[in-house]
T-cell receptor
Framework: GDSVTQMEGPVTLSEEAFLTINCTYT??????LFWYVQYPGEGLQLLLK?????DKGSNKGFEATYRKETTSFHLEKGSVQVSDSAVYFC?????????????FGQGTTLQVKP | DTEVTQTPKHLVMGMTNKKSLKCEQH?????MYWYKQKAKKPPELMFV???????INESVPSRFSPECPNSSLLNLHLHALQPEDSALYLC??????????????FGPGTRLLVL
């Protein structure tokens, strides 16, 4: 079945460092891909999405490009802030089932130190 | 506006209690979801409603009973829960089922503790 694999955390960076969180997927079709962020004690917020190959999603300085050839959707930010400390989930929508299912990766915890 | 609201924010209940979680959205979305999230894990899908009808039950124990009284509201009735049911319960909604690449928007969750 479809699956999402994220790099294990925690990822610890200094403020203004460059961020990459790797995400790769396995899917039989052409799913939509998402990054969600969960701040401590809160629900999930949509960070960005891409619905087809070569699409780039971007929001709040974060970017991710839908790469069909490498089945990847890596999250990047040029300069992280302490306020970016959170758990980041990569997810894909299971288009083949038309059930509304999101398949999540395990999550990557980001800690940004001042 | 992409807001999904959930009440209560926190809930403590005993194993013999009956309680309900509520979720509301006013975005005109016709698909609504309940998820359970344990600490340091991704959300796990429990139920999906589409056009106020139960579309998916992911083999959830009967002590969890969902209800969708109208297109804006989603409830989760809880009865005779176990301590292992303690978790963050998240509600989400989307225009339609995500098979059309519709984005799910999540509420802030209800943190449940079962004693």
């Amino acid at each position: 079945g479809d699956s999402v694999t994220q790099m294990e955390g925690p990822v610890t960076l200094s403020e203004e460092a460059f961020l990459t969180i790797n995400c790769t997927y396995t899917a039989t079709g052409y799913p939509s891909l998402f990054w969600y962020v969960q701040y401590p004690g809160e629900g999930l917020q949509l960070l960005l999405k891409a619905t087809k190959a070569d699409d780039k999603g971007s929001n709040k300085g974060f970017e991710a490009t839908y790469r069909k050839e490498t089945t990847s959707f890596h999250l990047e930010k040029g300069s992280v802030q302490v306020s970016d400390s959170a758990v980041y989930f990569c997810a894909l929508s299971d288009l083949s089932s038309n059930t509304g299912k999101l398949i999540f990766g395990q999550g990557t915890t980001l800690q940004v130190k001042p | 506006d992409t807001e999904v609201t959930q009440t209560p924010k926190h809930l403590v209940m005993g194993m013999t209690n009956k309680k309900s979680l509520k979720c509301e959205q006013h975005m005109g979305h016709r698909a609504m979801y309940w998820y359970k999230q344990k600490a340091k894990k991704p959300p796990e899908l429990m139920f999906v409603y589409s056009y106020e009808k139960l579309s998916i039950n992911e083999s959830v124990p009967s002590r969890f009973s969902p209800e969708c009284p109208n297109s804006s509201l989603l409830n989760l009735h809880l009865h005779a829960l176990q301590p292992e049911d303690s978790a963050l319960y998240l509600c989400a909604s989307s225009h339609a089922l995500a098979g059309d690449s519709e984005t799910q928007y999540f509420g802030p969750g209800t943190r449940l503790l079962v004693l």
